[in-house]
C-alpha cells in the first residue's frame, strides 16, 4: 500500500504502462500467506489452488476463470473452468484474490483486510488497469449508510469506472 492507499495492482508512473512489480517475489509472498492461512485455519491448500493463485499473481491484470483454465491447462491435459472456479472461490472467501465483478475477473489480494474492511477498486476503461485502495472517508460514509438502512454486507467491495491517471495523462499529451 503506498502513501495514497494504493495497493498498486497498477502502477501509473510507470511507462510504457506497466503493471507494477509482479515477479516470482511477489507471487511467492502470496503463496507463503495463503499457505501459511491454509495450515493456520486447518485447510487444503491444493495444487490447483496454488497454481490459480499463481496464475492471477503473476499475470499483473484481472483474469477470468476460462482464461486462467487456459493458463493452467496443459497439451493433452485439459483444466476444467468449474474447478478453476471452486478454487477462486477458496481464494477470494480467504481474501487472497478479489473478484471484479464488472468485469468477471480475479486480481490477487496482496495485503489481508480486517473484519468488514471495504476494498476499492479504481478500474480503467482505456487501459483495462485495476488500482485497489482503501479509504477512511468511504468506510466511515457506508458505515454510517449501512446502518441507516439496518443493513448487514456479505462483501464490501466498491467498483469505480472511470480513466486512470496515465490515460488522461496521454489524452492531454496526444
Not at 20 to 30: F, I, Q, S
Not at 49 to 71: Q, S
Amino acid at each position: 500500500m503506498d502513501e495514497h492507499g494504493t495497493c498498486g495492482h497498477h502502477g501509473h508512473a510507470h511507462e510504457p504502462h506497466a503493471q507494477e512489480p509482479h515477479g516470482p517475489a511477489r507471487t511467492a509472498d502470496l503463496v507463503a500467506r495463503a499457505e501459511r492461512l491454509a495450515q493456520d485455519l486447518g485447510l487444503q491448500f491444493t495444487a490447483l489452488r496454488r497454481r490459480t493463485l499463481e496464475v492471477v499473481a503473476e499475470e499483473g491484470r484481472p483474469l477470468g476463470a476460462y482464461d486462467i483454465a487456459e493458463r493452467l491447462s496443459a497439451p493433452g491435459k485439459r483444466v476444467a473452468a468449474v474447478s478453476v472456479y471452486r478454487a477462486l472461490d477458496f481464494l477470494t472467501e480467504h481474501g487472497l484474490v478479489h473478484r471484479i465483478a464488472s468485469r468477471n475477473a480475479f486480481v490477487p489480494c496482496e495485503h489481508g483486510h480486517g473484519a468488514g474492511e471495504s476494498a476499492v477498486f479504481l478500474i480503467c476503461r482505456s487501459c483495462g488497469s485495476v488500482d485497489e485502495t482503501v479509504s477512511a472517508e468511504i468506510e466511515r460514509s457506508l458505515n454510517r449508510t449501512l446502518a441507516q438502512a439496518g443493513f448487514k454486507p456479505a462483501s464490501r467491495i466498491v467498483e469505480i469506472e472511470g480513466e486512470c491517471g496515465a490515460c488522461q495523462g496521454r489524452a492531454e499529451a496526444g
